[in-house]
């Protein structure tokens, strides 16, 4: 019989000693088989001795299970990812990314995880792995230019890639996952190759020279337009100007001509008559216009050689 034994009844220590013992433990196997769950876990029950898993998941309390077992623990709130790699492209360029996703467990397939990733540890590593990949396999659907010109595009062939990849299909989860829920995903950074930056600088700096060519020979188009037209408006100014003084001239020509015929037929009129009224011949017609010239001319100095005759007196 044991030094201790209370149970025949045969006490060789005090009750109260084996009262203490009993109540520690008692209070050991309890302590050892309640495990608490918070609010924002799911947790399957996995007895450590006997190696078995519970059924069904649990959530939120405080839970009496077999001695020593432990809960294999999930989050039930969307877990978050980060990605920062780099992809190649279609075209074969290496592109860097940053991209963020967002997923979650579904608590039907906790079961599922456990045995095939063993803790939420292995199988987190395993969706961001799954995740890169959908990254990777987009990338090389496009080529680098579009990066620029079609990111929203590419954002969502990334989520739908990663909805293959971490549930198995666009129509649910299925064993070709690795069991978790997309929720979104964002591409929040590309990092272009600096070749194409290089290139697209050029092309961006040749733009440029060419507007400033386009612009500086439509400058130089008006320009040259604008002193056409001056030179144009000078022209017609000089010509108009021209036609104006030629039509006074022509004028001016016009009436000394009508002028001078007028007098020249007065003049005519005036011998005319004088021949007829006093009966002249040439000789006496010249002296007459001989005499009506030295008549009007007044303070008239002759200088005449010898022999000379001025007069025609004798004629008339």
């Not at 939420?120 to 680098?144: L, R």
């Not at 989860?173 to 050029?202: C, H, M, N």
């Not at 036609?243 to 003049?267: G, H, W």
């Amino acid at each position: 019989m044991s030094a201790l034994d209370c149970s025949n009844g045969t006490v060789r220590r005090s009750w109260g000693a084996c009262s203490i013992i009993t109540i520690i433990v008692v209070s050991t196997l309890i302590g050892v088989s309640l495990k608490k769950l918070s609010s924002l876990e799911y947790g399957i029950e996995y007895d450590v001795w006997a190696k078995t898993l519970d059924d069904a998941a649990k959530q939120g309390g405080l839970f009496l299970g077999p001695p020593g077992y432990q809960f294999v623990k999930f989050p039930s709130t969307q877990i978050s990812a980060d990605l920062s790699d780099t992809c190649l492209s279609r075209d074969g360029l290496r592109v860097g990314f940053s991209v963020s996703f967002q997923y979650q467990m579904p608590v039907d397939n906790i079961l599922n995880v456990i045995e095939k990733y063993r803790d939420y540890k292995g199988w987190s590593i395993t969706v961001q792995a799954a995740g890169n990949s959908a990254v990777q396999h987009t990338c090389s659907d496009f080529n680098v230019t579009d990066f620029q010109s079609l990111r929203a595009v590419i954002q969502d062939e990334m989520f739908d890639n990663l909805k293959i990849k971490l549930e198995g299909s666009l129509e649910g989860i299925t064993d070709d996952g690795v069991y978790a829920l997309a929720s979104s995903l964002q591409l929040k950074y590309v990092d272009l190759p600096s070749e194409y930056r290089q290139a697209v600088s050029g092309k961006q700096r040749a733009e440029e020279d060419i507007a400033l060519a386009r612009n500086q020979r439509i400058q130089e188009t008006t320009k040259s337009q604008t002193e056409l037209l001056a030179a144009e408006e000078e022209a017609q100014k000089i010509s108009d100007t021209a036609k104006n003084d030629a039509s006074v001239i022509m004028i001016e020509a016009e009436l000394k001509r009508e002028e001078t015929l007028f007098a020249f037929e007065k003049q005519k009129d005036v011998l005319v008559e004088a021949k007829e009224n006093f009966n002249l011949n040439a000789d006496g017609v010249l002296a007459y216009m001989t005499n009506q010239l030295y008549a009007a001319t007044q303070n008239l100095d002759v200088t005449v050689g010898e022999p000379a005759r001025i007069s025609r007196k004798d004629e008339l």
